[in-house]
């Protein structure tokens, strides 16, 4: 497990470009992390980084948006997803191995989560834009 720590947006930008170089194409990134800890920022530094002109936004109703770069991406929000058919419904299962996967509110579906994953846990740091990540399963 490494720890990264940043202390501002610039960083945190930084960072996800530094993940998005070591991607191949077919991951699952679960991010776990309070309102606010920065999922979708980091997820739109790695999306651009893997040169993709999409928007990227919270896809809290859409629950996933599919984004095109050099690998196909999907981004989940599993915020409202509480339980297994809720779950099957988003059609969660046949995303994986079929592109990238970039997940916020991981809580909510860890049991969901393949053996093999990329875990990302934000802590919100002792300033306002410090934060703390927690990255198992990739070398960075
Ligand atoms: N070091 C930092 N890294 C990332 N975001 C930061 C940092 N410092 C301050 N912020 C701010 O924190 C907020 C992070 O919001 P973001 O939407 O990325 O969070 P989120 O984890 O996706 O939340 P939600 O659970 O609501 O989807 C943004 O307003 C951003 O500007
Ligand atoms: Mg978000």
């Not at 501002?8 to 170089?21: D, M, P, S």
């Not at 996933?64 to 599993?78: A, P």
């Not at 860890?110 to 703390?132: F, H, M, Q, V, W």
Request: hydrophobic share 40%.
């Amino acid at each position: 497990m490494a720890k990264f720590k940043t202390e501002n947006l610039q960083q945190t930008e930084a960072l996800g470009k530094r993940i998005a170089e070591k991607l191949t194409g077919n991951e699952v990134i679960a991010f776990f992390g309070d309102l606010g800890a920065g999922k979708t920022t980091i997820t739109r530094s790695i999306v651009k980084a893997l040169e993709s002109d999409n928007d990227v936004s919270s896809p809290t109703f859409a629950i996933v948006n599919e984004y095109k770069g050099k690998f196909n991406i999907y981004h989940f929000d599993m915020y409202r997803i509480s339980g297994w058919d809720d779950l099957y419904s988003t059609g969660f299962f046949d995303y994986l191995d079929n592109g990238i996967l970039i997940i916020e509110w991981s809580e909510n579906i860890e049991n969901a989560l393949p053996d093999k994953y990329i875990r990302i846990c934000i802590e919100k740091g002792a300033s306002d834009t410090e934060r703390i990540f927690d990255v198992e399963g990739l070398e960075i």
